[in-house]
């Protein structure tokens, strides 16, 4: 969440030395006035690289710091991997060993930016303190794991900085898609002095962030805008031909599609058939469509009581009628989901959908004939009667706003129709939402989960049983097993058969999730628009080469 050709990748990561491909210039002149509105659907949590966890976080980070790498498109408009903050890197014969070298680049305050800055950074982040939840994605880095429980050292973690322009990785073992990992806001540097002063409100306003990348923060307005400016320090400045970007946050619908329409937004993404329309219609747009890495899904908190049966859940999970659901809720503009790993991710040089060949939640409806038959043998188990009328679900949803009640009200109606019970329906503000599930504090809910780089392990490795992403608390011994030892070897059919049977524990042994549908993009960009990209993943919004011509 957007956001990749693994094939290039993986090949390009098996060579001594990188591509010392260079920055992508834009020639062409463009308007005098050089500005883009961009539509945000919602606030940022933070903008702290540590603790961040949505993708309108991301979307900021990646254009006001400089990973080691970033996540760009080529002329056939594949991602591809670009050295940034790294101008190049080495790995060892063995693997174990990655060396970047950082080319010269600049803070926002002219202080240069050093290894020690991204050291600090992934140790900040693998701190226990600083409770990120992210920190499983440093997993494959030596050490980091144990030392992000509370189990081992800092000074055994494999991030040293060998002088202020080399950083050296010593990893646990050969990682297939440890480049992959490296153009995602945790790789950003980070200046020890600003989290400091500024604490806990690091990340949480303008002035607390200091920036490396393309742009600097000139304002935030919360619940209203973000305005960028250009970095004139930085290492590219040169390829920046935007002298202001502004994110409008526009959690309205109606309100974001009307501001696309009438032009006071240059660039945002549709997903109603009516608005596709309406856009397409002008003529004024160019669209950027198909998959993106997004699985829409119902997660199970199954330390609750009613949900730690798996009985309950599988019944929960063949009650959907997917196929219904998208008509209804997403026409013309999502999938029906019958697995969690969503098409276009690549493992090696296959699509992981193709390669798999199974849709699990498919093989659990075939199984589950009758779910009300199931659901009522679930209440019987846990000590709640035989009676399903006499039972309540509540499903906890953000907002409400129209569409988020629309979602809500569906299940709501879906539920009790096909289980006989009752279901509440427990609005949450949506700026409490994330507190809300990452403290328990639901029994059902449903949310989205997009991939942060071109491998299966993006889509997996959050369900397990340490997982800081693992809202649902669910917990599986041999699927904790498989994704360890995916991580540990770059067979990529061994990978292939780990990551299947995880899919399978997961979705229909299991039945911790409920995968509901898959995300189809359509971003509408006013045609004056150049030198935009779309990514599937890294920032999926990337505007450092964007201009505007004929505006």
Known sequence: MRKRMLAAVLALSLLSTAALTGCRTKAAEGDKEQYLNVAMNAEPGTL???????????????????ALTRCEQDDKGKD????????????????????????????????????EDYVYSMMRTLDPETASSYTGMLNPIKGAEAYASGEGKAEDVGIKAADDKTLVFTLES????????????????QRQDYVEKYGDTFGSEADTIPSCGPFVIKSWTHKSEIVLEKNQNYWDADSVKLSKVTYKILEDEQARMNEILNGTVDIGTAESKEWKDKFSGTGDFDVISGYEPTTECMIFNTKDKMFSSVKIRKAVSAAIDREDYVETLYPSTRTAAYSFCPPTLQIGTEEFRTAAGS?????????????????????????LGSDPAKITLTITAAGPNAKTKQIAEYNQQMFQEALGCKVDIEYVDPASMGKTIGTGDFQMVTAGWTGDYNDPMTEFDIWTSHGGLNFGRW??????????????????????GYFKECEEILILKEAAIAPLSFKQRSQYERKYVEGYMSTLFGSSMELKYAYTLGR
């Open 48 to 66: 702290d690289p540590s603790r961040a966890t949505d993708t309108y976080s991301s979307i900021v980070i990646a254009e006001v710091e400089e």
């Open 80 to 115: 591809v991997i670009q050295p940034a903050g790294a101008e190049s890197w080495k790995v060892s014969d063995d693997g174990l060993t990655w060396t970047f070298k950082l080319r010269d680049n600049k803070w926002s305050d002219g202080q240069d930016v050093k290894a």
């Open 174 to 189: 050969p990682c297939a898609y440890f480049l992959n990992l490296t153009y995602f806001r945790l790789f950003t540097p």
């Open 359 to 383: 849709e699990p939640v498919r093989q659990l409806i075939e199984e589950v004939t009758d779910p009300k038959a199931l659901f009522t043998e679930g209440i019987k188990e846990l000590g």
């Open 475 to 496: 917990s599986n011994e041999k699927y904790d097993q498989n994704i360890e030892a995916a991580s540990a070897t770059q067979d990529q059919a061994k990978r292939l």
